[in-house]
């Protein structure tokens, strides 16, 4: 799928607010109370909103994992009934943001770096028969990085362990140029997906050092972000064909159906939608279209759009103002015209009555929306 140029960025004001430590910031796995700061780091503090398992997972609503990387927002879509359940940590260090995250829930996930930032990170574990970006499996043990064009788009395992760095686009660019007289990754492309040859790599050990140091809330070292720029570049540039993967054509194929799928599900999400229309804007048949969905989502076109109007309701009673919005017309922006079966869903999904969410919203308790 292309990386389409339209998604939403995060201000630069609202970045320097939360490099000052302005911002409330979020964390799962470490004490709850307002963000602090520790020499020239800002740390993250707790963002769920309901008690941890074993494992370390909380459930978290949709609009602060919306927010975990900061810099942009990230739009998250449940593929399974587990609800959103996951632990992250962050940090600003040296004019970078460190995150580790523990996904215990399938999603599927779009987000838009701005102009001026890019994403390199790790994947520790993941079910590569579940995981994929752009289509292509993400597998434990690789390495990625994203670069500000377009959309990037993914879906997640229950399970997923992964460390993310964002850090300014330019600092990749210098270093690309100092390691490889390029300013870009060696493929030309704004993802890069590259494995690495086994977990005792010093990069695979440096990441796995991160990992447990955001999720302690240990104080990261100084030239913490150029030692691990310099490490993961030197890797980028040193992956040969082998260490890239690939997309088959089948999943190919899957991949762009599902794209022309879910563009008209989103653009008709206000009216009913029926699968021959889906069918018609996806160019395949019925059967077409449920192998492609099975393929990367594992469920169905019709629960994959049932989902997709919960999501897009949640998000919009997180940021709503119940004073000028209320349920009913949030639901019938999505399409969720039984509001009765609406209310008995979204609380199977998510734990809460719709009017609940409306309720914790950022505008009813003094923030903005």
């Not at 994992?65 to 632990?87: Q, T």
């Not at 993802?191 to 050990?205: G, I």
């Not at 594992?298 to 349920?327: Q, W």
């Amino acid at each position: 799928m292309g990386r389409a140029r339209c998604w939403r960025h995060r201000s630069p004001r609202r970045w320097k607010q939360f490099h000052e430590g302005c911002v409330p910031c979020q964390a799962v796995g470490v004490a709850s109370h307002d963000g602090y700061k520790r020499g020239d780091d800002t740390v993250m503090v707790d963002g769920g909103v309901g008690d941890s398992d074993e494992s370390g997972l909380r459930s978290i609503d949709l609009a602060t994992l919306s927010g975990v990387l900061r810099v942009c927002d990230v739009e998250l879509l449940l593929l399974d009934g587990n609800g959103p359940r996951a632990a992250f940590a962050s940090r600003v260090h040296e004019e970078a943001l460190f995150c580790s995250i523990s996904c215990g829930f399938h999603c599927r996930g779009r987000f838009m770096l701005p102009p001026d930032w890019a994403m390199l990170g790790y994947l520790h574990a993941t079910d590569e028969t579940l995981s994929w970006c752009h289509g292509v499996p993400l597998t434990p043990g690789m390495a990625l990085t994203v670069m500000p064009e377009g959309i990037s788009e993914f879906t997640l395992s229950p399970g997923t362990h992964m460390t993310l760095m964002l850090v300014p686009v330019a600092r990749v660019q210098r270093k690309l140029t100092e390691l490889s007289l390029r300013s870009t990754p060696p493929a030309g492309q704004a993802l890069s997906l590259f494995n690495l040859a086994s977990e005792t790599t010093p990069l695979a050990q440096h990441y796995q050092q991160l990992h447990v140091q955001l999720g302690q809330g240990a104080s990261l070292q100084p030239e913490e972000t150029e030692k691990l720029l310099h490490e993961h570049v030197q890797a980028l540039l040193g992956a040969g064909a082998a260490d890239r993967p690939g997309c088959s054509r089948a999943r190919r194929t899957h991949y762009l159906i599902a794209q022309r799928a879910e563009n008209f599900m989103r653009l008709n999400l206000r009216r009913n939608i029926y699968m021959n229309e889906i069918c018609d804007a996806a160019g395949v048949s019925e059967r077409g279209l449920r192998y492609a969905f099975e393929d990367l989502f594992g469920t169905s076109p019709n629960r994959y759009l049932s989902m997709l109007r919960l999501c897009a309701a949640c998000r919009s009673l997180s940021m709503a103002d119940s004073s000028r919005r209320s349920v009913k017309a949030i639901a019938l922006s999505c399409g969720l015209w039984d509001l009765s079966r609406f209310a008995d869903n979204y609380r199977k999904v998510f734990g809460e009555l719709p009017r609940d969410t409306l309720m914790r919203a950022p505008a009813q308790i003094g923030q903005p929306a």
